[in-house]
């Protein structure tokens, strides 16, 4: 019998993993940390399914974000009965399965309400591999998902071109009627300019909230240089999405802003998380979920801490893909008032949105 690898994969593995596979067909991949931005049809478009593993990481891990990414990403039923267990079988020399496809209702069930994705990038990383990275690949993940809009972030703006990537979301926006919401991202090394974007982003190309990228600006969300723009939120109560540290002194100084702390989905609940405990004290910090990381527990403990009234869905596509980042609250077991809070409602409230979706 030849030797047969299996590797856990990452994102950011098809950069190392594309070439193995068309060199080696033992090469196998587990999914468990597979988050390509719908990546198990990628690969099948590429190399077959035949060495897609289908794993969990459980206990450590949450068994949604695997379990809905492959339940909704783009697949024939035998692919998906391939991956979900049959690839394996076969490996081992086993019977294949009967079963073929999710039972007819199971935790990663879609919801008859609308959801909102708060965290979505628009093109493609310099870093990372990036699949279907444009609004016409975001939106076919938003149809299959059901997802009725996400808020885009340029990846060009959160690097160093921020008038040119802010228009390139309102060339998404435009394209795309009530699906993409926008983020004006501001660059603190340009504080000159910042005021005046702002005032192109919302004042000409109807934009909803604006973004902070502390790490890649390599300037901390309490400098100076971004007052002009906290300002601006405070001014009018706008959402104001942060990579980075949001401090005490940000949320008394300007109280009407509407601050989301980015990625606090990968607290594994174990230790103090500081904008859970600034979330206790201030009503105007959310949290935002998008992480790479989905401990086991996390959302239900996170819940628990801080409350569903304070925390908002984002997948950080396509860096990620959706249907996982969805899984970590669809699965949680938690009261389904509460997932619509999350999914849907506290969003909607944060950027305003009417009956009319993106007024």
């Keep these: ?35 390509v931005h719908q990546g198990l049809s990628c690969i099948a478009n590429r190399f077959g399914t035949g060495r897609l593993l289908f794993g969990t990481g459980l206990p450590a891990r949450a068994p949604g974000p695997p379990l809905t990414q492959l339940r909704y990403d783009v697949l024939a039923d035998a692919e998906r009965a391939g991956i979900g267990g049959d690839n394996l079988r076969h490996l081992l020399g086993l019977a294949h399965s009967p079963i073929s496809s999710f039972p007819h209702s199971s935790c990663t069930d879609l919801p008859d309400h609308p959801i909102l994705d708060v965290h979505v990038h628009l093109g493609t990383w310099f870093s990372t591999y990036v699949n279907a990275g444009g609004a016409d690949g975001l939106i076919r993940s938003m149809d299959r998902l059901r997802i009725q809009a996400m808020a885009l972030i340029a990846f060009d703006s959160i690097a160093a071109d921020m008038r040119g ?41 109807g934009f909803h909230a604006i973004k902070f ?86 959302m239900e403990k996170l819940v628990e801490e801080a409350g569903s009234d304070r925390i908002v869905h984002g997948s950080d596509a396509p860096l990620m893909d959706p249907g996982y980042q969805l899984g970590r609250v669809l699965a ?28």
């Design 1 to 35: 019998m030849p030797w047969n690898a299996a590797s856990n994969a990452s994102r950011e593995d098809g950069k190392s993993a594309f070439p193995l596979w068309q060199r080696h067909h033992n090469l196998h991949l587990e999914t468990s940390y597979f988050q």
């Design 165 to 205: 990537g802010n228009d390139r979301v309102a060339a998404a926006m435009r394209e795309y009627p009530g699906r993409f919401l926008g983020y004006a991202t501001v660059d603190p090394n340009e504080p000159k300019a910042m005021t005046k974007e702002l005032q192109h982003c919302f004042d000409k190309l």
């Design 213 to 298: 990228h502390c790490d890649t600006h390599g300037v901390p969300a309490d400098h100076d240089n971004y007052r002009p723009a906290l300002e601006y939120a405070d001014e009018r109560g706008l959402p104001v999405l942060i990579h980075g540290a949001i401090t005490e002194r940000m949320l008394q100084t300007y109280p009407r802003a509407q601050f989301l702390s980015a990625h606090v989905g990968g607290w594994d609940g174990r230790f103090p998380h500081y904008a859970v405990s600034l979330a206790k004290r201030h009503p105007n910090i959310h949290l935002e979920l998008c992480s790479s990381i989905v401990f086991n527990g996390a």
């Design 332 to 359: 949680a077991k938690l009261p389904a008032a509460d997932k619509k809070k999350i999914l849907y409602d506290n969003a909607a409230r944060l950027f305003r949105l009417g009956s009319n979706l993106g007024t």
